[in-house]
């Protein structure tokens, strides 16, 4: 007979831990934006910017820590000029390209 695993001991599951690079940071905020969720897309801004250092990412972006947390959280309405600012402390940028017909 096969042990039971419970879920509460199972290991929690986090998305930075496997964001390694600037092609994983662009590859993984791509399929967000596919998804077409601003609310998914803060929060994924949020996941990049603890893989890459929120300390970091708070320096480049002259944003307080504290501020970034709240503006990337998938609940929050964060305002395109934190969006821009965080993409280019990530490395990335956001392309428009015309939706296929």
């Known amino acids: 007979m096969s042990k039971k695993i419970r879920v509460a001991d199972l ?10 690079d600037d092609a994983d940071i662009a590859a993984y905020l791509s399929a967000v934006i596919e998804e077409g969720d601003a609310g998914e ?7 990049a ?17 504290e501020a970034l947390y709240k503006a990337l959280r998938a609940d929050a309405q964060p ?5 821009s600012r ?16």
Do not use: N, W, Y
Request: net charge positive; proline share 5%.
């Open 79 to 83: 305002r395109f000029d934190t969006i």
């Open 49 to 65: 910017a603890r893989a890459r250092g929120m300390s970091q990412i708070a320096e480049e972006t002259g944003l307080g820590r």
């Open 41 to 47: 897309l803060a929060h994924a801004l949020g996941v």
């Open 86 to 101: 965080v993409c280019k402390a990530l490395g990335v940028k956001l392309v428009a390209q015309p939706l296929q017909a």
């Open 11 to 20: 290991p929690d599951f986090d998305p930075a831990e496997h964001l390694k």
